[in-house]
């Protein structure tokens, strides 16, 4: 298997043909690892595949990886969501590229919005940190019940029960964008300024 030879890109509704192998591997994940990830149905994730929410990682016509987005608290946050990778092409730097191409369909659509994530996986913690995620408590995370309503398919909903939302074995981690713009120069501000002051006199 040559990673060079896997296309990331950004899905489009034609790729929602794979949303029931998706599903699939979501679940088998799940069991392997018996903790974290929540079940999905095909209709939701063809819906996140038809939206433009979805990234898909391809060798040739096999779907071997995927992740999406979705927003919460009225644009306030988008949750990165589902990344998941046939077994056969882990080890290999692919969920990496898949979580950038994420991150990247992320800022590009709410560019405003707190990104975060909520995960068991060290090796997604992992990126997440290299991107610039920082860990933080659910009480920084969308208020959004509909979002922790999306919580019962997995196997320990019920601890996320009993401590309130407090905590639960996830952990999560927000990116807050805020944080990372960079200032702007004298030069840049006053280039922003006279753009504004041309529009005003057309």
Same mark, same amino acid.
């Given at each position: 298997?040559?990673?060079?030879?896997?296309?990331?890109e950004f899905a489009e509704a034609e790729h929602a043909k794979y949303s029931e192998r998706i599903c699939n591997l979501i679940y088998e994940s799940a069991l392997q690892r018996g903790t974290g990830i929540a079940r999905r149905s =095909?209709?939701?994730?063809?819906r996140k595949i038809t939206g433009g929410k979805a990234v898909v990682a391809l060798d040739g016509d096999n779907l071997v990886g995927f992740s999406y987005i979705e927003c919460w608290g009225?644009?306030? $946050? &988008?949750? =990165?969501?589902?990344?998941? &990778?046939d077994p056969q092409y882990r080890?290999?730097?692919?969920?990496?590229?898949?979580?950038?191409? =994420? $991150?990247?369909?992320?800022?590009?659509?709410f560019p405003y919005a707190k990104i975060f994530s909520i995960t068991t996986s060290l090796p997604v913690?992992?990126? %997440?940190?290299?991107? +610039?995620y920082k860990p933080v408590t659910f009480s920084e995370l969308t208020d959004d019940?509909? $979002?922790?309503?999306?919580?019962?398919?997995?196997? %320990?909903?019920?601890?996320?029960?009993? %401590? %309130?939302r407090r905590m639960c074995l996830c952990t999560g981690m927000l990116y807050d964008p805020a944080e990372h713009q960079a200032p702007q120069?004298?030069?840049?501000?006053?280039? +922003?300024v006279?753009?504004?002051?041309l529009k005003i006199r057309k």
């Open positions: 298997m040559s990673e060079e030879k896997i296309c990331v =095909t209709d939701y994730i063809s009225h644009g306030d $946050f &988008v949750a =990165t969501s589902g990344l998941i &990778v080890h290999a730097g692919l969920a990496a590229r898949i979580k950038e191409k =994420t $991150f990247e369909l992320a800022r590009m659509k913690m992992k990126l %997440n940190s290299r991107i +610039g019940e509909e $979002f922790w309503q999306g919580c019962q398919g997995c196997v %320990n909903y019920d601890i996320l029960q009993r %401590n %309130n120069s004298k030069e840049q501000l006053s280039r +922003g006279l753009g504004k002051l």
